[in-house]
């Protein structure tokens, strides 16, 4: 007896392992960055940013201070590459304009 195979359908496992993710800095440091799965929605993605680091994020800017204020740009700076888990970096603002890149300072003693 024969059967036909049924298409198969992603599950929340395909969907985790294939999840666009993002490295997200507060504004004007690299420290204690927090990797996020862009969600459905802009507003979310700050809600879990601002949740996790526990500010008011407003705003989102890319690592060379483009300001990023919807998900569909996120997504295609992060499906830019030839990876679709690029995990590009951004940094989040409570409403300050992008401090730049952090520099690291040497002290010669």
């Not at 929605?41 to 949740?51: N, Y």
């Not at 830019?80 to 970096?89: A, C, K, T």
Request: glycine content about 6%; overall charge positive.
């Amino acid at each position: 007896m024969w059967f036909a195979k049924r298409p198969r359908t992603e599950s929340a496992n395909d969907n985790a392992n294939n999840a666009i993710r993002v490295i997200v800095y507060r504004n004007g440091t690299h420290h204690e960055g927090k990797v996020f799965p862009v969600p459905r929605t802009f507003d979310e993605l700050l809600r879990d940013i601002s949740s996790k680091f526990a500010i008011q994020a407003t705003r989102l800017f890319t690592s060379k201070g483009g300001e990023i204020d919807n998900i569909t740009l996120i997504r295609q700076v992060c499906c830019s590459g030839s990876s679709h888990r690029d995990e590009d970096v951004l940094f989040a603002s409570c409403g300050e304009n992008f401090a730049g890149e952090p520099r690291l300072s040497f002290r010669i003693k």
